[in-house]
């Protein structure tokens, strides 16, 4: 998203935390788009699941952390923007979100509440924003991608696969979120603010897909499941 901005003539700041630092390559970023400002808000991490606790069993601490990193980080760029006046009028800002903020999905685990925060933030301040300073704020929902957090998610391989058969244009990469976040910046969504919008090939309005009733009679057939019943 950096990179395609910056492509489109957009002059960074990049922020990040020590551990987007160690885990990432924003160090490369930087030095490719002349960006030299490391406070990033680009993370979203759940010591629950990296620690594979499941969600019924979920350690409090944890799940602080995950609200901590992954959502009120958020709160605070948003918070020490509007102090400073960081913006300009009619600015944009977006951040990340996922389906699971509205859909249980199993071994998301706290993530999907803390995506559920995220998107709440961001209506809140996005009506404050946008009344005192005419800037939007947004979420993306994209689909599940590969990233350094989403590794940690118990069955995320089968998680993409299942989307990618249920989507009827199949799951949107990283570059072309990228794309997408690109238009958000842009004057051509000025007045697109305080909305949730879904960049998953389709995916958050489907029940079933042809791909996956296949997929779904296909295991039966290659089981015995009267025998492991």
């Keep these: 998203m950096a990179l395609k901005s910056w492509q489109q003539g957009a002059q960074l700041v990049l922020t990040n935390s020590p551990i987007a630092i160690r885990m990432g390559s924003i160090n490369e970023l930087a030095e490719k ?3 030299r400002d490391f406070i990033l808000h680009s993370i979203g991490m ?14 409090y601490e944890n799940m602080l952390k995950t609200f901590d990193i992954s959502a009120l980080s958020f709160h605070r760029i948003l918070q020490t923007a509007y102090r400073l006046d960081a913006i300009r009028e009619w600015g944009s800002v977006v951040a990340l979100s996922y389906v699971a903020a509205q859909r249980t999905l199993t071994g998301y ?13 961001a209506r809140s301040f996005g ?21 350094t957090a989403g590794s940690g998610i118990h069955g ?11 989507s009827p244009l199949g799951n949107a990469t990283a570059e072309e979120c990228a794309d997408y976040c690109v238009a958000l910046f842009s004057d051509l969504t000025r007045k697109v603010t305080m909305q949730n919008l879904y960049h998953d090939g389709g995916f958050s309005s ?8 296949e997929q779904y009679k296909k295991s039966f057939e290659e089981c015995d499941c009267d025998e492991k019943e």
Excluded: H, W
Excluded at 127 to 133: E, F, M, P, T, V
């Design 109 to 121: 685990n706290d993530m999907g509440d803390a995506k559920a925060l995220l998107e709440s933030i």
């Design 206 to 213: 489907m029940g079933m897909s042809l791909k996956a009733i």
């Design 46 to 59: 759940s010591p629950n699941v990296r620690k594979d606790i499941p969600y019924e069993q979920t350690s």
């Design 33 to 35: 788009t002349g960006s």
């Design 127 to 147: 009506y404050i924003y946008g009344r005192d300073r005419r800037v939007r704020i947004n979420t993306i929902s994209q689909s599940p991608t590969p990233t």
């Design 156 to 166: 995320f391989d089968s998680l993409v696969d299942f989307s990618e058969r249920m």
